[in-house]
């Protein structure tokens, strides 16, 4: 793309006006004018023509793999320009998930064989950021006419959660289930992997007594197990539409997406396997099992990937292709929402074939602007009524909570602010009670 530049526009006004004055005095010199205009065209022409090197250019942005929300990161763009350096300007186009701090653009500090631009964005929303296109511009020789054209790119920065407040919670949270030498406290009688004989004790369970040891030592002999390692956790997380609405601010699928980081570290830390399984109106994310804290970082990743989503749910396709792909019995974390009986309808028969084999958890956040319509005093008229509509809304809720609890799996209502502890809580319970 070729385009005059303000000098151009500066020389055309200051030959036009004065040759415009002459024709109006002397209107057999109009000719002058038109020698002008012409001389004025041709310089742009000339000048279009050496400024070209659209073949000869070449340009690369580098910024890093991944960022947290609310973090700044620089990106460096850089041109190459081969034979005569040229000054050049730029400007990268890039998606919501980021905003420049001091602008999108500027001038390129000149190399031997280009130049470089610094740039600086801080990461808003998390997902995988990308910047898309890049505009390069410059002058010709003669300064009247910028050429510029518009390059492709593909660069793209996955915006995290931050963690680092999950971690310090995480890390309380495993202080106090864990003795003071840093092992996990192993309960007698609880788990089913055998770990050493002890004497018996009052208050021991009588199955905990290991006969024929006890004959053999001439003393009652107790057996002591330790909770089960290496359960397989699957968290899956709802993207559709009723989790793409903001609680306090934030989409409630980044809050829940928060709290499965939080019990994945949690888990990668007692030596479980972990999964990640995000799903809408079709499965999206889905990671394979890993373990070991080292897997976090893999974990984190793939969490990013999970995008916002304006569709409906499909919970029988979503929880079918899940349940197909387990292989052995495992703990189901279901981050989801809904709003009645009717729309839960189809999860509820899908959640029951899934029960038979796993342990299934579903993690839902109170509805707090609901809850706060119940019970607002009834000044007017239209406050009642909002009242008692919301009270029906969440006895529906209450009617699906119910129904999924008859079927056998747990589910945990929690605020938005407890979410995470509460679903740590209640993985240590479920493990410390072998029901993994």
């Not at 030498?181 to 009688?189: E, N, P, S, T, V």
């Not at 390692?229 to 989409?251: F, Q």
């Not at 974990?299 to 387990?326: G, P, V």
């Not at 699906?400 to 938005?416: K, P, T």
Request: with cysteine; glycine share 8%.
């Amino acid at each position: 793309m070729i385009y005059p530049s303000g000098r151009a526009i500066w020389a055309a006004a200051a030959g036009a006006i004065p040759a415009f004055l002459v024709a109006l005095a002397l209107p057999s010199l109009w000719y002058l004018g038109l020698l002008w205009i012409c001389l004025l065209l041709a310089f742009l022409a000339v000048d279009a023509a050496a400024g070209r090197g659209r073949a000869s250019l070449s340009a690369s942005l580098d910024a890093p793999p991944q960022i947290g929300v609310g973090g700044r990161f620089n990106l460096q763009i850089a041109a190459r320009f081969a034979g005569r350096p040229r000054a050049l300007q730029a400007r990268v186009g890039h998606d919501a998930r980021l905003v420049p701090v001091a602008g999108s653009g500027g001038a390129l500090a000149p190399t031997k064989d280009g130049g470089t631009l610094d740039l600086q964005f801080e990461a808003l929303r998390r997902g995988i950021a990308s910047f898309d296109r890049l505009w390069l511009r410059w002058r010709g020789p003669f300064g009247l006419v910028w050429n510029q054209v518009v390059l492709p790119m593909d660069k793209k920065v996955a915006v995290l959660p931050d963690v680092s407040s999950a971690r310090d919670e995480a890390i309380t949270l495993l202080q106090r289930s864990a003795l003071a030498d840093g092992h996990a406290q192993r309960r007698a009688g609880q788990g089913r992997e055998f770990e050493a004989l002890k004497d018996y004790q009052p208050g021991m369970g009588r199955r905990m007594i290991d006969w024929k040891r006890s004959a053999r030592h001439g003393k009652l002999l107790a057996r002591e197990f330790r909770i089960e390692e290496n359960n397989n956790i699957v968290l899956a997380i709802d993207s559709g539409r009723l989790m793409c609405e903001p609680v306090d601010g934030v989409p409630k699928v980044d809050r829940a997406v928060t709290a499965a980081l939080l019990s994945a570290f949690i888990a990668l830390k007692g030596g479980d396997m972990v999964s990640l399984f995000s799903f809408d109106a079709r499965p999206r994310v889905t990671s394979g099992s890993v373990r070991g804290s080292a897997s976090f970082a893999m974990i984190q990743k793939r969490a990013a990937e999970i995008d916002y989503s304006s569709e409906e749910t499909n919970f029988t396709l979503a929880l079918t292709t899940l349940s197909a792909k387990l292989d052995r019995r495992s703990l189901v974390i279901v981050f989801t929402d809904f709003v009645d009986p009717i729309s839960a309808e189809l999860m509820l028969r899908t959640v029951g074939r899934l029960t038979e084999r796993h342990l299934v958890l579903f993690m839902m956040m109170k509805d707090v602007e609901l809850e706060t319509l119940a019970d607002m005093p009834p000044i007017a008229p239209e406050d009642v009524a909002r009242a008692v509509t919301a009270g029906s809304l969440l006895r529906e809720r209450q009617v699906v909570i119910g129904r999924l609890r008859l079927l056998g799996a747990h589910v945990i209502e929690a605020s938005h602010q407890r979410l995470g502890p509460a679903l740590v809580e209640r993985y240590l319970q479920l493990k410390q009670e072998d029901l993994l």
